[in-house]
């Protein structure tokens, strides 16, 4: 398997970790919803949150420029198909992780409701 795959899983691995240590209760991993992925489906409080997590071995890219417009409508789509076929009655929220570094030695960022669902 590819060195950046690796270094993909053990991320979300780290902020899986993370959310529970913050209270998040996690109900998935790597969901597919349509042809679609979400890295976490996790509860707190009265949220659903929908979890994007991105790993960098170095900061020399910024990783949020992977989380573009194009990614977060299909963030927000997946979100609304998982929440229409499933009884849900919490508020939806959409969170990244950036995680920099390697098993040495890393950061980790967390922005809550780092974006809003809008009408297109």
Not at 24 to 51: H, L, P, Q, S, T
Not at 66 to 75: E, G, P, W
């Amino acid at each position: 398997m590819a060195e950046h795959n690796d270094l993909g899983r053990w991320g979300e691995e780290v902020a899986r970790e993370y959310l529970m240590t913050q209270g998040y209760a996690i109900d998935g991993v790597n969901i597919r919803i349509g042809n679609i992925e979400i890295d976490f489906i996790a509860r707190k409080g009265n949220r659903i949150c929908f979890v994007e997590v991105k790993t960098r071995a170095n900061d020399y890219v910024d990783p949020s420029g992977a989380i573009d417009r194009k990614k977060q409508l299909r963030m927000i789509s997946a979100a609304d198909l998982y929440m229409r076929a499933l009884p849900i009655d919490l508020e939806p929220q959409f969170d990244l992780i950036f995680i920099i570094g390697t098993p040495d030695g890393y950061k980790i960022e967390h922005i809550p409701d780092a974006f809003y669902p809008t009408v297109r």
